[in-house]
Nanobody, 113 residues
C-alpha cells in the first residue's frame, strides 16, 4: 500500500486547508485510515481517524475544527482543517492500518499568527 499526501502549505491563523491522501495497492486489508501529526520536538500524535464504515474519531484539540472524510471508491481520505491555530503547525502524515500499518511521506502545515 502506498499513500500520497497533498494539500499542505502556509496559512494564517483562522484560515483553512484541506489535506488529501490517495492510497494505492492492496486495500482489502485496510480498515482504518486517518491523519497523525508531528510538531518539531514533539511525538507523533493522532489527529483524526475514520473506519471503513465511515466512523470518525478526533483528538480533543481538533474537535469542532477539523473534519475527516473518506471516499472508499477512490481510496482517498481527506482532512478539512478550519479555524487553524499556530499550534496546528506540524508535519501531517497519512495513516492506513489493518493487517499492517502504512504511512505517507508527510506534508508540512504551517499556521502563522
Amino acid at each position: 500500500v502506498q499513500l500520497v499526501e497533498s494539500g499542505g502549505g502556509l496559512v494564517q491563523a483562522g484560515g483553512s486547508l484541506r489535506l488529501s491522501c490517495a492510497a494505492s495497492g492492496i486495500m482489502f486489508s485496510i480498515n482504518l485510515m486517518g491523519w497523525y501529526r508531528q510538531a518539531a520536538g514533539n511525538q507523533r500524535e493522532m489527529v483524526a481517524t475514520i473506519s471503513s464504515g465511515g466512523r470518525p474519531n478526533y483528538a480533543d484539540s481538533v474537535k469542532g475544527r477539523f473534519t475527516i472524510s473518506r471516499d472508499n471508491a477512490k481510496n482517498t481520505v481527506y482532512l478539512q482543517m478550519d479555524k487553524l491555530k499556530p499550534d496546528d503547525t506540524a508535519v501531517y502524515y497519512c495513516y492506513a492500518g489493518g493487517s499492517y500499518i502504512y504511512w505517507g511521506q508527510g506534508t508540512q502545515v504551517t499556521v502563522s499568527s
